[in-house]
């Protein structure tokens, strides 16, 4: 049964920093470009960033320089790294996995909640 299953989201005041970890199962990452997204309150859900089966990373221009995205394909998980956090950070976080050979196996995790607030 393949999982998705995000943690480390919670409560952080502004410029604080949280790391987002997705623990998969069911399948194996190596295949899989990975990638987080977000979503707001009343808002689109949205690519945070990306991490290929090569590793080539890609990110939303709103959180360049301050999100990391990494992967660890022996222990099938993948990170988000986010530092001076912002009040617009604050969402719904989910993993994503798709496989790079075949894109209709897309497997999303339920989310985790980040609050940036003071």
């Known amino acids: 049964q393949v999982q998705l299953v995000e943690s480390g989201g919670g409560l952080v005041q502004p410029g604080g920093s949280l790391t987002l970890s997705c623990a998969t199962s069911?399948?194996?990452?190596?295949?899989?470009?990975l990638s987080w997204y977000r979503q707001a309150p009343e808002k689109e859900r949205e690519l945070v960033a990306l991490?290929?089966?090569?590793?080539?990373?890609n990110y939303a221009g709103s959180v360049k320089g301050r999100f990391s995205i990494s992967r660890d394909n022996a222990k099938n998980e993948v990170y988000l790294q986010m530092n001076s956090l912002k009040p617009d950070d604050t969402a719904v976080y989910y993993c994503?996995?798709?496989?790079?050979?075949?894109?209709?196996?897309?497997?999303w995790g339920q989310g985790t909640q980040v609050t940036v607030s003071s």
């Open positions: 069911g399948f194996t990452i190596g295949t899989y470009d």
């Open positions: 991490i290929t089966v090569g590793s080539i990373t």
């Open positions: 994503r996995a798709r496989n790079y050979y075949y894109p209709n196996n897309d497997y």
